[in-house]
């Protein structure tokens, strides 16, 4: 779209982008989200769940996001601060090297007859309740003070309204989350979770909110006190953070090529339901 402006437009548009960056405020235009809703294939349509919400924003706002996420990402690249453990919207890295990385734990656990105690985690709307204050707290603490001004100006006093067909709602004002359907929201995700603890006893591997944690031993109840000590400090990081867990989502699988299985796991009081097999992130994990 912006490449069939003419060259005055481009230069306009270049200077409003410079501007930005130079006072470190996102235009306020640029912070309302359109929702528009899409209807489910074969859904019931007087059903509102039959519809998807798909949210829009300004294009020339998000062509801006990808020339500042280039300016962001070395920052924290140089630094390590996206921990190794995190596969999401990365470069050089996907879902399958991550399920690659989990397979190939399991089967070498398998093989040493070692049982495999697993935790995976269902985060519950990740991206729409991320704290604005927690994540304002960690970009000041890991980026330079003229991003984080610049951030804050893009991420605080968003609003959105809904259209259906010709029909608007009026504004309403974001309380949480990053903004969907941008460019720098699931870089602020990863910035956001980057501190999630992990220990030596265990092995995490998360994907965006995708979120699996292991723990191994030839006596299944080690490797399952393993894992439940990592479950209990990112229990704490998750409460901090006001991040929520739906604990009966979540799911606790034992790959082991034995009938015994590893004792459950616990977190906020409630016992994860075991099963024998699990999807992450689109593969299909069975305990054997």
């Known amino acids: 779209m912006l490449k069939e402006l003419p060259e005055k437009a481009l230069r306009f548009l270049t200077i409003i982008y410079n501007a930005i960056l130079r006072l470190n405020h996102f235009p306020v235009q640029w912070k309302v989200a359109q929702i528009i809703l899409l209807p489910k294939p074969g859904k019931n349509l007087e059903d509102i769940t039959s519809y998807r919400p798909i949210s829009l924003l300004p294009v020339a706002a998000k062509v801006f996001e990808k020339l500042l996420l280039k300016r962001i990402r070395p920052e924290l690249e140089k630094n390590n ?14 879902t399958i090297e991550q399920v690659h990385r989990i397979v190939r734990k399991i089967n070498n656990d398998l093989e040493e007859k070692r049982y495999c105690s697993a935790v995976f985690l269902d985060v519950s709307q990740a991206f ?17 003070h003229n991003y984080y001004l610049l951030l804050k100006s893009y991420i605080t006093d968003r609003h ?4 259906y067909q010709e029909i608007y709602t009026t504004l309403r004002f974001i309380e949480s989350g990053v903004p969907q359907g941008s460019v720098l929201g699931p870089f ?5 979770t980057s501190d999630l603890p992990v220990r030596k006893q265990t092995t ?22 393993n894992l439940q000590e990592s479950i209990k400090q990112i229990q704490t ?6 991040i929520k867990v739906n604990e009966q989502k979540s799911v606790h699988v034992t790959f082991t090529l034995k009938k015994k299985i590893c004792p459950p796991i616990m977190i906020n009081n409630m016992q994860i339901p075991q099963h024998k097999s699990t999807k992450y992130l689109g593969m299909h994990l069975d305990s054997k």
């Open 81 to 94: 601060f996206i921990p190794d453990h995190q596969f999401g919207f990365r470069q050089q890295h996907s």
């Open 128 to 144: 729409d309740k991320v704290w604005h204050l927690g994540l304002l707290y960690k970009i000041k603490k890991y980026l330079p």
């Open 160 to 163: 959105f309204l809904v259209r």
């Open 188 to 192: 602020l995700y990863l910035l956001y």
């Open 204 to 225: 995490t591997a998360t994907f965006a909110d995708d979120t699996a944690i292991m723990a191994s031993h030839v006596d299944p109840k080690i490797a399952t006190e």
């Open 237 to 242: 990081w998750l409460k901090t953070w006001r």
